[in-house]
């Protein structure tokens, strides 16, 4: 029995050893083409207190039939002030140690939205950040959704997590401004699959100059070397001296993170369809971004397109290379 570990069409062969006295050896192996797709995307999605875009985000992974979700948010920190006492409440205390683990390495993708890990670690924070670290070096995917628990903001300057994110973190716990900006597409932002809205590259420019304009950014983000950032925050500078990342990917290892800058693209779905458009740019983002970051074989830049899937000896082949950007 074996387990793929990644989907596409993959050749396997099944052989047998020879016998000494053997006459013919080529029946001895058989190879086979084999298709492997993915069941069910399995998403951990941990938020750090109930907000719209929390909200928004929550329901398009409860909706979609392919997401197995797992999702938890903070309704009460341990330093509420409160006339009850914990025991008169039906909330669960958060199973972090079950999570971060026993039970990541069943995940594809981890979300952090508007989380921070301070309260709720302990003294074993290091550990458990290691294990995400290592869980998206190994293979999976990680996501920090911005707002006030997001980024040094929610302290994670210098923890293992930076070390995957694909921005550097200031230290400064105020770094939110809540100037409202209207997202920027990069050049590598106008062909990427998370950021194609429309294939015809000027009709994918205008989707995105048509979205509501989105209020609040991390303004002390710097991309590191080897991301690759897909928005900006126009006119905006990161303390590196480049332009502010709003969104920005990045392969770390086997695995892959991205970063957003804010927690309000919500607002391009309620926002939007207020003014007359569609839901559709906030899904096919997110959508987008999920299988991406589980590496989508049909969502790679480079792909090789059979007229079949399986040849004989003999057979004329045909086929195509399709490059994106």
Known sequence: EIVPRRTGTYTYTVSTARYADEA???????????????????????AGMPSWDEKFLRQLLKNDPNVDLVSFFILRTPYDVNQYPTEAYSLIPFPTDELFNERLSTFDLVIFQNFTYKNYFGFNQNLYLAALRDFTRKGGGFVMVGGENSFGAGIYHGTPIEDVLPVDVGQGEQTLVDDPWQISLTEAGRVHPITTLDFDLASNKEAWAALPPLPGFHSDLIPKDDATVLATVPGKRSPGGGPLPAIAVRKVGEGRSMMVNGDSTWRWNFVNVGKGGT?????????????????????????????????GAGDVVRGKVVAVG
């Open 24 to 46: 013919v050896e080529g029946n001895n192996a058989r190879p086979f083409a084999i298709k492997v797709i993915r069941d069910k995307t399995r998403v951990l999605h941990i």
């Open 279 to 311: 839901a559709s740019p906030y899904l096919k983002f997110w959508q987008n971004s999920i299988r991406w970051l589980i590496k989508d074989p049909d969502l790679k830049q480079v792909r090789v397109l059979m007229d079949k899937d399986n040849y």
